[in-house]
């Protein structure tokens, strides 16, 4: 399990206290909203890349009130989530996600549920090859609205897709794109083929699926039509990961 944020979000320094922010049906109506400008520059990018832009924005959600949830669920999904950017078969199921509306109050619940429900819809038109953007942007939103440091969320969201953009562009032969690793969304990362699969190999290499249920078991990825050695990248010829 991921255990420190990333370093765009250490250098953040989020606080850990309480959220104080107000959540409410009106925040969650106003965080839906179309946002057509950020939608469009999404739009520019690959569907992995979405994706890998919507996991990054809802690391600034967790990170902010890591230490007011119960548990590593949210986490253990996160983690799985990652996962499932480089194989859909990797991520065994949303279904997994506790009802954190009936267990935690209001202002922790409300940005989980918002932000996880959107992210189970971007995986599923992800793998549909259907536009999501506007579920990625509300993720954002929801991140903007919680992190407590909205200044630096909007200059880390703004850079980053630019640079997402840039390195994951849309190909509308192949729309899915390439797999994009965690490490893309640090501003001091250098994107290349190369330096992603070597994120990928070790972020694989360390998952631990006997301790992450929202992990897909590798016989059943097999049983699903895995090819290869599941948790291994890059994968062999005849593994084919999805485009």
């Known amino acids: 399990m991921n255990k420190t944020p990333p370093p765009y979000i250490a250098a953040a320094q989020l ?27 999404l ?34 999904m996160l983690d799985a989530c990652w996962a499932g950017v480089v194989n859909w078969l990797y991520l065994d199921s949303f279904d997994n996600l506790p009802d954190w509306e009936e267990e935690l109050d209001r202002a922790i619940a409300g940005p ?46 703004r850079t980053t897709i630019e640079r997402l953009a840039q390195a994951y562009p849309k190909d509308m032969r192949a729309r899915t794109g390439r797999p994009v690793p965690r490490e893309a969304l640090d501003p001091a990362y250098q994107p290349s083929e190369q330096a992603d699969d070597a994120c990928i190999a070790a972020y694989l290499r360390s998952l631990d699926v006997a301790q992450n249920y929202c992990l897909s078991e590798p016989q059943g990825m097999k049983d699903e039509g895995f090819q290869g050695t599941p948790y291994e990248w890059p994968p062999r010829p005849q593994d084919g990961a999805p485009t």
Not at 15 to 41: C, F, G
Not at 128 to 152: H, N, Y
């Open 43 to 76: 739009a520019e990018m690959s569907h992995r890349a979405v994706l890998a832009f919507s996991l990054g924005s809802l690391e600034w959600t967790l990170w902010r009130l890591r230490d007011q949830l119960p548990d590593d669920t949210a986490f253990l």
């Open 15 to 41: 606080s850990t206290a309480p959220p104080d922010y107000t959540w409410n049906d009106l925040v969650e109506s106003d965080l839906q909203l179309p946002q057509p400008r950020i939608a469009h520059r």
């Open 112 to 157: 989980l549920a918002m932000s996880f429900n959107c992210l189970a819809q971007c995986f599923y038109d992800a793998e549909e090859r259907k536009p999501f953007t506007d579920m990625a942007v509300t993720i954002s939103e929801v991140a903007l609205k919680v992190c407590g440091q909205p200044d630096t969320f909007k200059a880390w969201r």
